[in-house]
Structures are given as C-alpha cells and as structure tokens.
C-alpha cells in the first residue's frame, strides 16, 4: 500500500467518523482544501476519501456546487429506518430459529455494557453499547450477505443515532426494550419479539424526525433574519 493510500484510508476514517458523530452536521459543505489543512496532508488524498464516502451516500457531490454531508429528509429517514426493521427483523427471525443459546451469547456483552455503562451514568459509552447490540443481533443470524447488507445502512443509522438527545430515561428505557426482545424471541414468543424491535426502530425514526423539524426551524429563522433588513 502506497503512503498516499495509507493517507486516503486514514482521512476515510476521520471525515466518516466526523459525519457519524455529528462533528460534521448533516448538508455541512466539505472542503478538500480545509480538509486537507486540517490533517495535514495533500488534497489528492482527502479527494480520493471524500469519492469513496459519496459511494456509500455518506456524502454527497454536486457538480459545480461541491461536496457535501448527507442532506436526510423525512424521506431519507423512513426509508433508512424501513431497511434497518426489515435486516433487523430478519436476523431476529434466523438467529432465533437456528441457535437461541448463540443469539443470547451475541447479544449478551452489549446488554450488560450498557446497563452498567448507564449506572454509572457514562452516555457515551452507553451509546456505543447501544449500537453494539444491534450489530451482535445482525450478526447472530450468521448470514454474511445479510450482514452484507446491514453494513451498507449502518453509518447512516449510526449517523442518524448520535444526533438523537441523550436522556438517560430513554436509553434505559432502550436497553430494557433490548433485553425485551431477546427474551421473548428465545422463549418462542417470536412474533411478540419482532413487535418490540418495530416499535424500537419506530421510536428512533420519530425521534429523528422530530430533530430534522427542529434543525429545519432554527435554519429557516436563521436565514429570515440574514436576510432582514437591517434598522437605520
């Protein structure tokens, strides 16, 4: 791997994790130049990771306009968050099927985490703990396409996750839904468990929604007052 690649990759990662975390807000313009300052590095590289995050819609490119973060919608968010129940669901059903035992184990290090990462009231690690679950339940299905295909949504999900408000109510009240779902799927009360895993994804998508109307309103009364006139 040549230094220019090992730059590209390294630049990747920080402008993905920038995007996911939030540190980038949503429709952000991104400049290859200050990019570029920023890392300390050449601009070819920070091109070279900006066209392999428009590949996975992280951002996006306008000609004659320039690179920008993703832009979601209430379109955007539904349709994200109907894949995200259809992949999870479907993992939910093959796991439970297949091995309970190994579903439980799967699921069993992000349950605990993030109760105790809660109890001693450390969010963050709770959130990571939080998409730890919902990465080890995919994965208990064993099915490598599906696994497959939970990547290629699951930036977007986590990028639409960390800009929700962490209440430590809610996140308790998510990692008891967790604990919810694995017990009824591995007691043979699938269906019930698949109820609770819609409603959990249905909970993130109004809650997202509710933060795009908001963001929507502070940007409109932004631009009213730029471009109000100014008092003599």
């Known amino acids: 791997m040549t230094d220019d690649s ?11 994790d920038a995007i996911i975390t939030g540190r980038f807000a949503f429709g952000a313009r991104l400049s290859d130049r200050v990019l570029a300052e920023e890392l300390e590095i050449s601009r070819t590289p920070v091109r070279e990771a900006l066209s392999r ?21 209430a379109t955007d968010l539904r349709r994200i ?24 184990a799967a699921v069993s290090i992000p349950l605990s985490g993030g109760a105790l990462a809660l109890e001693d009231g450390d969010l963050a690690r709770a959130d990571v703990m939080d998409t730890a679950f919902h990465e080890a339940l995919v994965g208990a299905a064993a099915n490598p396409l599906l696994t497959r295909a939970y990547r290629g949504i699951a930036d977007q999900v986590g990028a639409i996750r960390h800009r929700l408000p962490r209440e430590i109510s809610r996140m308790r009240a998510a990692v008891e839904q967790h604990r919810r779902i694995i017990d009824l799927a591995v007691t043979g009360r699938l269906v019930d468990a698949e109820a609770q895993l819609s409603t959990h994804v249905r909970i993130v998508e109004k809650l997202a929604t509710d933060f795009l109307f908001q963001q929507t309103k502070v940007a409109g009364r932004s631009r009213r007052r730029s471009q109000a006139p100014e008092r003599t």
């Open 53 to 73: 995050l428009a590949q996975e819609d992280l951002v996006v490119v306008r000609p004659q306009s320039g690179t920008f973060v993703m832009d979601l919608d």
């Open 81 to 104: 968050c109907e894949m995200r129940a259809v992949l999870e669901l479907g993992a939910l059903r093959i796991a439970a099927a297949s091995d309970a035992d190994a579903l439980v």
């Open 6 to 16: 090992k730059l590209s990759l390294r630049a990747e990662a920080i402008i993905r």
